[in-house]
């Protein structure tokens, strides 16, 4: 074993032992480092009980923990099932999240159904602020600033699309005329989208956040929920696929979408796209500029 390796097998005994006890030992550990940043490892005890850790090197303050309030948030609507946690905090400048872990199964005949009736009651819950949420939470590393507006679609572009933006040109990731063009689009908002009720949304709802559980239904997880528009959810798991038909007829069945929607799904889309161009550079750019072109 690496001394590196070794080091973090201490680690996570450590978490594990603070949050189960001292006589808890651990059978075996599988690493995954499918994340964006952070490095996560399925705990298995001597017991048989599994675990799920994410951490990283303390150098995103605050985001476990509002991941964790994130999971609390979806699990307490008692729609769509998410991981429990079982510990956040921080040891040895790290910091961590503990949670259930959850087994992949294969997915039930009614998996699609099932997750579209379960997203529309999802989004069913709506708060009495508006828009927003009661904390600042995360998509990827971006921080969301999530101040109530009783208005969706005002809430929607100023604190998303204009967050990112001024991020962009602070970063000089966007300027000139592109700048210029997604103001004036920004001005048009109001008269493009539908201004609906507030949904509880997941946030970051593409395919690699949807697992199948053990009984080979839907179990969501990272969550980068607010209360907000709930198109933008569903043109989000347009970007990169992988949700078949059926979700979406029963998602319709349960929640009707409005008329119209598909041809608003690259304006909500900006979002994360103007989210990529921020963390991972200016490859998003040409998809950023075909959208502004095409309003
Ligand atoms: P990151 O925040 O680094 O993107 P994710 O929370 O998306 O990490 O997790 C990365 C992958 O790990 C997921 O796609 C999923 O396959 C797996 N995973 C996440 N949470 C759990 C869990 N509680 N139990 C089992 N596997 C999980």
Redesign the pocket.
Known sequence: MSTETQAQYQFIDKIIQHHLGSTTEVKDLEF?Y?????L?V?VKLQSGDEY?I?WNQGDHQGLFEAEAKNLHLVGSTSTISV?SVIGVGSMEEKEYLM?????SGEKAANYWVDFGEKLARLHRNTSPKGHGLDYTNYLGSAAQINTWNSDGVAFFTENRLRKQLTQAVYDRKIEGALEEKLEVLFEKLPSLLPNESSALIHGDLWS??A?TNPLGQITL??PACYYGLREAELAFTTMFGGFEEAFYEAYNANFPIHKGFHERIPLYNLYPLLVHVNLFGEGYLPAVKKIVESY
């Open positions: 995954f499918g994340g964006n940043f952070n996560a399925r799920f994410k991981p949670m259930e872990c959850i087994p690699g956040n697992m997880v990272d």
